[in-house]
C-alpha cells in the first residue's frame, strides 16, 4: 500500500498563456488528441506522447488517486521534450494540507507549497463591550 495523490495538470506556453485548461484523466487527453485542429500542434504531440508513454504517465492518465511517485523525473523529461510549453502538475495527497503545484520548464521544475497564514486579528476591539 502506497501513498495516494490526485494529479491534474495544466499547459501553459512561455508567455504565460493558458493553452489547456485543468486535464483531469486519459478522457480529457483523448479528446485534445481525437481534435488536434482546435489545438497547437505542439500541444497535441506532447499529449500524444504522454498518452503513448502511458505506463509513465499514468498519474495523468487516471480516474482516481495513486501513487505515481516518479511524477517530477517524468514530467521533467516530458518538459524537456517540448521546451516551448509550461506544465503545471497539481497534487492533493491523501494527508490534510497536502496540496502542491509543480512547474515544469525545459527540464526543469519548481515545487510550489501553499502558505497557510492567518489574518490578523483585532482581539482588544473584539472584546471591547459596546
Given at each position: ?27 480529457d ?9 482546435q ?10 506522447y504522454?498518452?503513448?508513454h ?41 494527508e ?35
Open positions: 500500500m502506497g501513498y495516494y495523490t490526485d494529479f491534474s495538470m495544466e499547459i501553459y506556453d512561455s508567455d504565460g498563456q493558458c493553452v489547456i485548461g485543468t486535464i483531469h484523466s486519459e478522457r487527453i483523448h479528446d485534445i488528441v481525437m481534435y488536434p485542429e489545438h497547437r500542434t505542439d500541444v497535441v504531440e506532447a499529449l500524444r504522454i498518452k503513448e502511458s505506463d509513465e504517465y499514468y498519474g495523468l492518465l487516471g480516474e482516481e488517486r495513486c501513487t505515481w511517485y516518479d511524477h517530477q523525473d517524468e514530467m521533467k523529461k516530458v518538459s524537456n521534450n517540448y521546451p516551448d510549453l509550461v506544465f503545471i502538475l497539481h497534487g492533493e495527497g491523501e490534510q494540507g497536502d496540496i502542491w503545484t509543480a512547474y515544469f520548464c525545459n527540464g526543469k521544475c519548481e515545487k510550489i507549497l501553499p502558505e497557510l497564514k492567518w489574518p490578523h486579528f483585532d482581539m482588544i476591539k473584539f472584546a471591547r463591550k459596546e
